[in-house]
């Protein structure tokens, strides 16, 4: 059996029937919005975003744009072995692979990634067999004016400019080609 509570709401006064003073409180928290906005920018949170980007503060994790991480002497991390490009969902990677004369034996001579198509699914860091591919820079991208244009010219197309980046402080990890190389030729490439 069903049981119901009814619960009986407290019948509206004269004032409250007529909503003048709400209309009013509404309106004054409008204005006071309104003057701060004009006369106050600095006071309010406002990003003017895409002109305008920040960091998202503290130890906020999320999949934020795409780098390829470096090794100290600044080559790529990257083996150019397209899992990442073989996985994305959305078709958006796209590499061109070149030799070189080190064990490594490949590096990507061109690393696009277009982030107009991308579902920020993060499968590509996930396949990634160096640890090369990473979605760590707390920049958002989304927002731009130019879906074809660089990135940094506020487009939505990443290219080893972009992407070839070591953050700040940031530790060089021991994953992939780098630790093999260490162990098998005695070479330190990171
Ligand atoms: S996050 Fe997903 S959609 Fe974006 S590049 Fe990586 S695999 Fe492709
Ligand atoms: S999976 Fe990693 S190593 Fe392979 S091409 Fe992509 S970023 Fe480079």
Redesign the pocket.
Known sequence: MIRTKKIESKPLNFFEKIYIIEVIRGFSVTLKHFFINLFFPSKIPTISYPEEKVLLPGNAKL?SR?RIKLRSDGTPKCVACMM?ST????D??HIEAAETETPVEKYPKVFN?DIS?????????EACPEDAIS?DTNEIAGGAYSRFSNFQKDGLFLTKNELFIKLKDEKISKLGAANRLENEYGERND
Do not use: D, F, Q, R
Not at 117 to 125: D, E, N, S, W
């Open positions: 999949k795409h990442c996985i994305c969902p959305a958006c990677i990634i198509k991308c579902v920020m699914c993060g499968l590509c860091v979605m």
